[in-house]
């Protein structure tokens, strides 16, 4: 029989409901419901909550009360709330809220570049290095995001050479972790291994992290050829909120409760409630007005109304 790859037996779930989901929805939710969100996040053991975004709110109205909602959370020791930003106003404001980690957010594709944060890659990373060292000077953990790794809604197609390129520039740019994003959900697993194993030669297994959308319903999928490479960092999305304001279609980031649901059966840890994420999506929908789109969420939640009849 051929060997099976073996997976890690611990992962790291990065939590970004409270920013990728929320700054995408329609509803501008209060500051009240957010900190509620985050903070039941927090009591179902996250580690790493992606909690803020400090970007110009002209465009992202969305993730306007972040000071807000950095001030009001109840932090639990130990576990690292993330805020992005773009630029050196959007860091200070970072360093303000007490975040604990800030995220440089760049792009693989030269045209979402232009659409998502006004300039080129190369203008970018330039900008970058202010915010970089910055965070360095300050003590605080330095995350790279890549988007359009895997496929751009504007470009199409994305060589593996510039994902490496830009894998490349954000480890100079001393980032602790990087992201590699499918931003419109496109890849599928053998694709996703390839984009990987590039981004693990330009950088290091440990420090990678695997940031799927769930647009055409492939991402445990990619998440499980991520596995079989080694990655052990996932970013996913209480109750599958999500999206990005600027790729137009794109659906949400693939639903924590899904996620946690295959690490439970494949027996890799966690460290985390599904319970509590579950109650977590259910309070989250009421403001929300619809259902969340986790499938084994909406299944836990079925299951327990059953038991209650
Ligand atoms: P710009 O217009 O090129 O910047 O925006 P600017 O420096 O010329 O400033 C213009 C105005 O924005 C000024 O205000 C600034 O003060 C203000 P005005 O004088 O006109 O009143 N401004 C800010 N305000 C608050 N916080 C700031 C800030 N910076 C400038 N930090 C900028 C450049 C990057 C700021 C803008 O394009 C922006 O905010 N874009 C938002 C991008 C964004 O948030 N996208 C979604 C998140 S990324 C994502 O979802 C992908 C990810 O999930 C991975 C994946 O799935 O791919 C991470
Ligand atoms: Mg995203």
Same mark, same amino acid.
């Given at each position: 029989?051929?060997?099976?790859?073996?997976?890690? @037996?611990?992962?790291?779930?990065?939590?970004?409901?409270?920013?990728?989901?929320?700054?995408?929805?329609?509803?501008?939710?209060?500051?009240?419901?957010?900190?509620?969100?985050?903070?039941?996040?927090?009591?179902?053991?996250?580690?790493?909550?992606?909690?803020?975004?400090?970007?110009?709110?002209?465009?992202?109205?969305?993730?306007?009360?972040?000071?807000?909602?950095?001030?009001?959370?109840?932090?639990?020791?130990?576990?690292?709330?993330?805020?992005?930003?773009?630029?050196?106003?959007?860091?200070?404001?970072?360093?303000?809220?007490?975040?604990?980690?800030?995220?440089?957010?760049?792009?693989?594709?030269?045209?979402?570049?232009?659409?998502?944060?006004?300039?080129?890659?190369?203008?970018?990373?330039?900008?970058?290095?202010?915010?970089?060292?910055?965070?360095?000077? /300050?003590?605080?953990?330095?995350?790279?995001?890549?988007?359009?790794?895997?496929?751009?809604?504007? @470009?199409?197609?994305?060589?593996?050479?510039?994902?490496?390129?830009?894998?490349?520039?954000?480890?100079?740019?001393?980032? /602790?972790?990087?992201?590699?994003?499918?931003?419109?959900?496109?890849?599928?697993?053998?694709?996703?291994?390839?984009?990987?194993?590039?981004?693990?030669?330009?950088?290091?297994?440990?420090?990678?992290?695997?940031?799927?959308?769930?647009?055409?319903?492939?991402?445990?999928?990619?998440?499980?050829?991520?596995?079989?490479?080694?990655?052990?960092?996932?970013?996913?999305?209480?109750?599958?909120?999500?999206?990005?304001?600027?790729?137009?279609?794109?659906? !949400?980031?693939?639903?924590?409760?899904?996620?946690?649901?295959?690490?439970?059966?494949?027996?890799?840890?966690?460290?985390? /409630?599904?319970?509590?994420?579950?109650?977590?999506? @259910?309070?989250?929908?009421?403001?929300?007005?619809?259902?969340?789109?986790?499938?084994? !969420?909406?299944?836990?939640?079925?299951?327990?109304?059953?038991?209650?009849?």
């Amino acid at each position: 029989m051929k060997q099976q790859p073996s997976l890690p @037996q611990q992962v790291k779930i990065v939590e970004v409901g409270p920013r990728d989901g929320l700054q995408n929805e329609k509803e501008a939710l209060s500051a009240a419901v957010k900190i509620e969100l985050v903070d039941r996040l927090t009591q179902a053991g996250f580690a790493n909550i992606e909690a803020a975004s400090f970007v110009s709110p002209k465009w992202v109205p969305q993730m306007a009360t972040s000071t807000e909602v950095m001030a009001g959370i109840a932090r639990r020791p130990g576990t690292i709330y993330s805020a992005l930003t773009p630029n050196m106003q959007g860091f200070e404001a970072a360093l303000l809220a007490k975040a604990d980690e800030v995220v440089i957010f760049g792009s693989a594709s030269e045209a979402f570049s232009q659409k998502n944060i006004n300039c080129s890659i190369a203008e970018s990373i330039a900008r970058f290095e202010g915010v970089a060292k910055a965070a360095k000077d /300050d003590g605080l953990r330095l995350r790279g995001s890549i988007s359009c790794a895997f496929g751009c809604p504007y @470009q199409g197609e994305v060589p593996l050479d510039a994902v490496a390129d830009v894998v490349g520039r954000m480890r100079d740019l001393g980032c /602790d972790e990087i992201d590699i994003a499918d931003t419109i959900g496109v890849a599928t697993p053998r694709k996703t291994q390839a984009v990987m194993a590039r981004a693990i030669e330009a950088f290091h297994v440990g420090g990678l992290s695997g940031h799927f959308h769930d647009t055409y319903g492939q991402a445990l999928a990619n998440i499980y050829a991520s596995l079989e490479l080694g990655i052990a960092i996932y970013h996913s999305s209480v109750s599958g909120l999500g999206g990005c304001p600027y790729a137009k279609g794109a659906t !949400g980031n693939v639903a924590t409760e899904d996620v946690l649901y295959m690490m439970n059966g494949l027996g890799i840890a966690t460290g985390i /409630d599904l319970d509590l994420v579950v109650d977590a999506s @259910q309070f989250i929908s009421q403001p929300l007005g619809r259902e969340g789109s986790s499938r084994a !969420g909406n299944a836990l939640a079925a299951k327990r109304t059953a038991a209650c009849r």
